[in-house]
């Protein structure tokens, strides 16, 4: 069993960043790959990043790359989400979730554990 718990959402201006925080309880965060996802209103949830156990390996959807950096600190339980160059369009509520296994994946069904989820709001 893995708990998520999200933070470091809030709101900020177009072009502004921010970093999100997903903290994991329990002995085998080392052993999930993590993914960030996030919804907004009316919309279905949408893959973002992902990234292997180990953080040899991440993936993006094309509309983040280059702005976003999904990273993990395994002694902390801890994943991360860097977003630089925010615009309004990122705008969602944004979830952590973890997958337990080696491999990374983009569909949100093939995640075990979810959090809470974090508001990010980028005005214009």
């Known amino acids: 069993q893995v708990q998520l718990v999200e933070s470091g959402g809030g709101l900020v201006q177009a072009g502004g960043s921010l970093r999100l925080s997903c903290l994991a309880s329990?002995?085998?965060?080392?052993?999930?790959?993590m993914g960030w996802f996030r919804q907004a209103p009316g919309k279905e949830r949408q893959f973002v990043a992902t990234i292997t156990p180990g953080g040899s390996f991440t993936y993006y959807v094309d509309s983040v790359k280059g702005r976003f950096t999904i990273s993990r600190d395994n002694a902390k339980n801890t994943v991360y989400l860097q977003m630089n160059s925010l615009k309004p369009e990122d705008t969602a509520v944004y979830y952590c979730a973890a997958r337990p296994g080696r491999t990374t994946a983009t569909n949100s069904n093939e995640y075990n554990y979810w959090g809470q989820g974090t508001q990010v709001t980028v005005s214009s």
């Open positions: 329990g002995r085998t965060f080392s052993a999930n790959a």
